[in-house]
């Protein structure tokens, strides 16, 4: 939810200087020296009671973790993609992970899914296997949906699905 003057950030090659230091905020590039809102804190912030979770294979996503803002998360989970295989893989641990937190109490969990944005890259926006990818992904998000289903949770959960980015 912020522009590239808050964030620094202008294309896709941008890389954070910050990744993988830890307790290191996450400023602007800009020469604000203000670590960026992040959902997690601002939660945490507001109700410390509230517990929080994310599980994503995204390095950047580190940067709004306990890595980077300790203790905005009470469960944290990163699993390295490197490539599409990879970040398929990754993303079921993820789901997996995901359905195994519906029964610690989250008041907000972050699932973020990284294969079909890799899969894009990597073998062509709108190709075949790109499809093929987007149909493995719909199949994980149902696999989250028929739990908060069979767990009585669907109808009390509000459910966000956003894409990262089309064809570029």
Same mark, same amino acid.
């Not at 990879?86 to 973020?112: M, N, P, R, W």
């Given at each position: ?66 890595? @980077?803002?300790?203790?905005?998360? !009470? #469960?944290? *989970?990163?699993?390295? +993609?490197?490539?599409? =295989? $990879? ?13 195994? @937190?519906?029964?610690?109490?989250? !008041? #907000?969990? *972050?699932?973020?899914? +990284?294969?079909?944005? =890799? $899969? ?49």
């Amino acid at each position: 939810g912020m522009d590239s003057e808050m964030t620094g950030i202008f294309n896709n090659d941008w890389r954070a200087p910050w990744l993988f230091k830890e307790g290191n905020p996450i400023t602007s590039l800009t020469g604000n020296d203000d670590p960026l809102p992040c959902i997690f804190n601002t939660i945490k912030t507001q109700n410390p009671k509230l517990k929080t979770g994310a599980a994503y294979d995204w390095d950047w996503f580190i940067n709004l973790s306990n890595s @980077s803002i300790p203790g905005s998360l !009470d #469960y944290d *989970f990163f699993c390295n +993609g490197t490539t599409t =295989e $990879a970040y398929a893989a990754c993303d079921q641990k993820h789901v997996k992970k995901t359905i195994e @937190s519906f029964d610690k109490g989250f !008041d #907000y969990f *972050f699932l973020y899914l +990284g294969h079909v944005d =890799e $899969a894009g890259h990597t073998t062509n926006f709108c190709s075949d296997g790109y499809i093929q990818h987007i149909t493995d992904t719909v199949d994980l998000i149902e696999d989250v949906f028929n739990a908060l289903k069979q767990k009585k949770m669907f109808d009390d959960t509000n459910i966000i699905i956003t894409t990262d980015h089309g064809a570029s």
